[in-house]
């Protein structure tokens, strides 16, 4: 079990040098790191400095916090996350989040990659996250549970902030960026799902399909750090389409879906600067 004393004290030394309260943690996905190029950044930390800390091993993904403004809103950047598949504990998945939280963080935004199983999405549309579903994978919380960050049986009924969900989606509207509501599925990665999996994602009730953002909300809501999600669908999920799936296509295919992330980031970090 992670000593959560030295991540506090982690937490507190950075609070000392960054001279600031992050309001919002924001954790990019695949194919979207590049928009941390747009914030303006105070101060830099690799999670490899973090003595016991995950490191992402997946290309595409960086494995930094940034500390800065986006749109003057103090903000913690997660630029690159660590997944399940990559061989870390589930508890060792969400250390990044529980750091955010211990920071002091309001809310967490979770953006990902993901397939399109609603047959009415199409590649490109941004799916704000309504619920999830996340049986297949192990529960963050499984363990001794940490007491100084939430209670041991954490309700789960809202999981995504609805006055965030909502706010996101006037700002898509107001942009005229294609967006949608729906329920997120995880699954563990890092193989594609099959076709048959995706049809029982489908008739569980799941628009989209991923390898991240479900523990992560779970391990935010525990902490009772408000939780938003964001899914770029950058593919039919398998079955749905003639074409192969690849990590190439969905990094790529990400790229584009970064643009409308970012103007709904931009439009919302206007919405709640004060
Ligand atoms: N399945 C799982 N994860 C994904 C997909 C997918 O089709 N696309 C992007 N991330």
Redesign the pocket.
């Known amino acids: 079990m992670y000593d959560y004393e030295r991540l506090e004290q982690y937490a507190e030394k950075i609070s000392t040098k960054i001279g600031f309260q992050p309001r919002v943690g924001l954790v990019l996905g ?1 194919g979207l790191g590049e928009m941390a190029e747009k914030m303006t950044v105070v101060y830099e930390q690799a999670f490899t400095d973090f003595s016991g800390f995950p490191v992402s091993t997946v290309e595409g993904h960086v494995g930094h916090f940034l500390f800065g403004y986006f749109e003057d809103v103090p903000v913690v950047c997660m630029q690159g996350r660590v997944h399940y598949y990559e061989g870390y504990s589930m508890e060792d998945v969400v250390l990044p989040i529980r750091f955010m939280a211990i920071m002091g963080v309001e809310s967490i935004i979770l953006t ?4 399109g199983i609603n047959k009415d999405f199409n590649v490109g549309d941004i799916m704000v996250i309504t619920d999830h579903i996340s049986s297949f994978v192990p529960n963050p919380l499984i363990g001794k549970n940490v007491d100084n960050l939430g209670i041991r049986f954490p309700d789960m009924s809202n999981i995504y902030d609805k006055q965030m969900r909502e706010a996101f989606v006037t700002v898509a509207k107001q942009n005229g960026i294609p967006v949608r509501e729906g329920v997120y599925i995880q ?1 563990t ?1 890092p193989s ?2 099959s076709p048959a999996e995706i049809k029982m994602a489908a008739a569980l009730g799941a628009d989209a ?3 991240s953002t479900a523990c992560e909300a779970i391990a935010a809501r525990h902490a009772k750090v408000k939780v938003c999600g964001l899914s770029y669908i ?2 039919a ?2 079955g749905l389409s003639d074409k192969e ?1 690849s990590h190439e296509d ?1 990094r790529w295919a990400s790229k584009f879906g970064a643009e409308s992330v970012e103007k709904m980031l931009r439009g919302y970090f206007r919405s709640i600067k004060q």
């Open positions: 695949t990902n990659a993901a397939g699954f990665g594609f799902e399909v991923g390898m950058s593919n999920a398998a799936l969905v």
